[in-house]
């Protein structure tokens, strides 16, 4: 809601390392290959290409809306690296905020770390082109992306959709722009059109000039003039008929006014929704709280996707679950948004606020550190996560047959060590003549140390011993390329083994 606040940077603290606890992925064979190419919606429910249901189940990662204009982190670590933790850990979709902003002549990112090989291939670019880097490589990986025109500007969140500084026309214009430049990339599912319209937006009003549903119907048909395959997502307002809510999470007008497009089956209506830790409501004062909850959301949004009117997409949610209120409409709002091993697709889409661990007043899934998985937090989303989607395909050559030698070499470097715990990353280089299909890396610790979670590998110990191989998406690497995975361990202090690598 203030969005001031969840843009506040976090001071950087030292990360209590807490053990990676499972997913929770329930994953049916037929669903496993639902999401190719673009999507439509069908009542409740978004349908792929071929007219398979598919499940948004996702993370916000933002950054491209504030100053540095591009997500945040990666003054800490690689790009690839972070989009590779979010698929291992069950994210199938990142929703990408960014303000007008990125697409004015010498807008240029700042706060990236090409040190030690870190973003190498986003030197030189400007915002945009950083852009298109995150796009293809999560599409590589399987991950779709929702663009969300997240504020006019860097300078914070506007009420309405336009600015004196920033007009309707160049509005409209810049989502055409985005529209058109990822045009044909099935990875770009949809446009989120303005973030947290409130007061004195209005829906159904009828004045041109507040209306946000009269304005998401000129930018959503502007949009799909561009790029007709794109879903158009259209969040609430706050206040309809007196009735106050969340910024951007209240969607009743919708029952009278729904949003009308010239191409069909394109509206995905948005909501928001916070805990105590954002903001107070009256709500979460009611005796009958949490049980009071579903009828909140059900009059809210709910409705749309209970009388299938049209898919409900929560695409914010988040708290820092410090208190046992937040604590109790987390666990209440993930119920309700239907588990995935019961209803499959046939749920509320939803991306979780924040892979940031910077926002301010929710924190994110990961901690301080930029690499510690919050496993409580994660732990919490694990009923409603779903299947990912057909990845692009990498963009190394696995080789031609016959010949070359397979070999690689790794290199073991601790990140954070506070003596409770620490965390390392270990690079695999591929030092053969020929591609890589899978690799295996071993190492002794001369202590008690024990993996307590890992990323973008899996893993054995046997006492001292560890064994970590490739995931399914990083075991391909090409001639001169590499691969990295991280994980923590306890307790810390154990410096540095030797590692060894094995090839195919």
Known sequence: MFRSLRRALCTVAAALLVPLGATGLQTADAAESAGVGYWHTSGRQILDASGQPVRIAGINWFGFETSNLVVHGLWSRDYKSMIDQMKSLGYNTIRIPFSDDIFKSGAVPNSIDFSGGKNADLQGLNSLGVLDRIVSYAGQDGLKVILDRHRPDSAGQSALWYTAAVPESTWIADLKAIAARYKGQSTVVGIDLHNEPHDPACWGCGDTATDWRLAAQRAGNAVLSVNPELLIFVEGVQTVNGVSGWWGGNLMGVAQYPVQLDVANRVVYSAHDYATSVAQQSWFSDPAFPANMPGIWDKYWGYIFKQNIAPVWVGEFGTTLQ??????????????????????????????????????????????????????????????????????????????????????????????????????????????????????????????????????????????????????????????????????????????????????
Request: proline share 5%.
């Open 323 to 504: 208190s046992a209120v937040d604590q109790k409409w987390l666990a209440a709002l993930v119920s309700y948004l239907r588990p995935t091993s019961t209803y499959g697709a046939d749920s509320f889409h939803w991306t979780y606020w924040s892979w940031n661990p910077n926002s301010g007043d929710t924190g994110g899934i990961l901690k301080d550190d930029w690499q510690t998985v919050d496993t409580v937090k994660d732990g919490y989303l694990a009923s409603v996560k779903a299947p990912g989607f057909p990845g692009s395909g990498g963009g190394t050559d696995p080789g031609g047959p016959g010949g070359g030698t397979a070999a690689c070499t790794a290199a073991y470097t601790v990140s954070s060590d506070w003596g409770g715990g620490f965390n390392a990353e270990v690079k695999v280089t591929n030092t053969g003549s020929t591609a890589l299909s899978s690799w295996k890396v071993t190492w002794t610790w001369p202590g008690n140390q024990k993996v307590t979670s890992m990323w973008n590998a899996s893993y054995t110990q046997t006492g001292s011993t560890v064994t970590a191989g490739n995931a399914a998406h990083n075991g391909t690497v090409a001639v001169g390329g590499s691969a990295s995975f991280g994980f923590g361990g306890a307790p810390g202090g154990g410096g540095v083994p030797s590692v060894s690598c094995t090839a195919a």
